[in-house]
């Protein structure tokens, strides 16, 4: 296989991007979502991540859905949400 489309440089440090996993963060204000297991390409130098369009709808639906409960902390995976099953 090997990466043809996708530039494999980080555009920031010019380290390797990889497939790996990150953990996204929403500050609401009146309180705080995290996504653990969150598929992205991540830099292997920097850090730096970026997650696929249809990865960050998922997220945005997860953050709507806790401003609508107000909750104050929301923590959880996007496995437990159905997204690995889709993707396969
Ligand atoms: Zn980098």
Same mark, same amino acid.
């Given at each position: 296989?090997?990466?043809?489309?996708?530039?494999?440089?980080?555009?920031?440090?010019?380290?390797?991007?990889?497939?790996?996993?990150?953990? /996204?963060?929403?500050?609401?204000? /009146?309180?705080?979502? @995290?996504?653990?297991?969150?598929?992205?390409? @991540?830099?292997?130098?920097?850090?730096?991540?970026?997650?696929?369009?249809?990865?960050?709808?998922?997220?945005?639906?997860?953050?709507?859905?806790?401003?609508?409960?107000?909750?104050? @902390?929301?923590?959880?995976?996007?496995?437990?949400?159905?997204?690995?099953?889709?993707?396969?």
């Amino acid at each position: 296989m090997g990466s043809k489309a996708l530039p494999d440089k980080c555009p920031l440090c010019g380290g390797t991007k990889k497939a790996g996993k990150t953990t /996204f963060t929403v500050d609401l204000g /009146f309180g705080v979502v @995290v996504v653990r297991d969150v598929p992205a390409t @991540v830099c292997s130098q920097c850090g730096m991540d970026w997650i696929e369009d249809r990865i960050a709808s998922k997220l945005e639906k997860i953050v709507n859905d806790a401003r609508q409960k107000h909750l104050t @902390v929301e923590i959880t995976t996007l496995s437990e949400v159905g997204v690995m099953s889709e993707l396969v």
